[in-house]
């Protein structure tokens, strides 16, 4: 199975803390899990995703779509 991880970035929150993280998609393009990446950086995906190919690009969202995505790791319910 192969899985495309694409990377979600917003301002950070207001006490200064990153929100960054990926957005793991099966091979139909479906959400199957999220990581938020913290300060962890790029290990945080490879720990819970070892097989996701990353995307080059980065999708820059908004605080509320961020919370979305990370409220609702295995699957996107808005």
Known sequence: MTRM?????????????????WMVSDEQGRMVGFV?????GRPALRERFPDAVEVMHALEVTPAAYRVLKRNPDGFQP
């Open 5 to 21: 991880a694409t990377y979600v970035r917003t301002k950070n929150d207001v006490n200064g803390n990153p929100r960054r993280g």
């Open 36 to 40: 938020d990446e913290g300060y962890t």
